[in-house]
């Protein structure tokens, strides 16, 4: 699983190797349609102890325009390093594969998208000997999904749009946007994409305020049985029946074990908030239980 805002940003693109064939054209970037998308080995050091290597690679092969390279990047600030790294994989990946590369860039903040996406020029003005052209993807050209029908009919792009409007003043409409397409869908895609974007937003504020959404959003197709839905009443059934067993322990009431077994077993929240509400004042635990209930 992804570990922080940088992996999440390039290793998203693990997650739906044919995403960046879906988000490039979006952002403004031409990008030939592929074929077959393949994975590869992300270490590029040689045999001196150099170690460089690049966040996501793949080798994609298109029907008309033959085969590349792709070369993922997640930059977060402006960091003069890489120049010379960037320019170092591009060479060493053409070596290597003798095909194309190309460089993608992802970043979160216009500065940074900017930044890096100025030409990088090897030799002097008139001497030039290289020049790499980063392609960039960032707030700035791709586009915020407000749309809760638009973020559903392609959820990793939602998911990636999110993660690079970060910084966004937006971020709350687009992050509302996502919540909703995710109550809608069944199984545990939504699962994983919801704890994707979490883990991609990092320690920010902005990852209060999708806590705060998956804890509290109500599903536009309430009882259909969304996997966010069952996942929040799983939720709250845990919660009343640690609540109820610890008011009982506080107050010293002997709980036998048949009774603590018939509260764990509980999957009715209405039975459990009767049961809460008895545990403040009941004498023994069997009086949860009275009325039949």
């Given at each position: 699983m992804?570990?922080?805002p940088h992996e999440a940003m390039h290793r998203i693109f693990r997650e739906d190797p044919e995403l960046f064939a879906r988000a490039l054209p979006r952002a403004g970037i031409p990008f030939p349609?592929?074929?077959?998308?393949?994975?590869?080995d992300t270490?590029?050091?040689e045999i001196k102890p150099l170690d460089r290597r690049v966040d996501?690679?793949?080798r994609f092969?298109?029907?008309d325009s033959g085969s590349y390279l792709l070369a993922v990047e997640a930059q977060s600030r402006k960091d003069p390093a890489k120049i010379s790294s960037w320019t170092y994989y591009l060479a060493h990946l053409y070596a290597k594969y003798e095909l194309p590369p190309i460089l993608l860039v992802v970043c979160q903040d216009k500065a940074t998208a900017a930044w890096a996406a100025e030409p990088i020029r090897i030799g002097g003005p008139e001497l030039t000997s290289i020049m790499v052209f980063p392609k960039?993807?960032?707030p700035d050209n791709l586009p915020a999904i407000i749309d809760p029908e638009e973020a559903g009919r392609d959820l990793p792009l939602s998911v990636f749009s999110a993660l690079a409007h970060a910084k966004d003043p937006a971020l709350p409409e687009i992050l509302e946007a996502l919540a909703t397409a995710l109550a809608d869908v069944r199984g545990e895609t939504a699962q994983d994409w919801a704890e994707y974007t979490e883990i991609g937003l990092g320690d920010t504020p902005a990852r209060a305020l999708w806590r705060n959404l998956m804890a509290t959003w109500t599903s536009r197709f309430p009882g259909s049985g969304t996997l966010i839905e069952e996942t929040r009443i799983d939720t709250r059934i845990k919660d009343r029946v640690e609540a109820i067993l610890r008011i009982l322990d506080v107050r010293g009431i002997d709980i036998p074990d048949t009774d603590r077994e018939r509260i764990a077993a509980c999957a009715d929240l209405d039975t459990l908030d009767t049961w809460f509400d008895r545990a403040v004042t009941a004498g023994?635990?069997?009086e949860l239980f009275v009325d039949g209930q």
């Open positions: 992804v570990s922080s349609e592929p074929t077959a998308i393949q994975p590869l270490d590029l050091t996501t690679l793949f092969d298109t029907a960039v993807v960032g023994t635990s069997e």
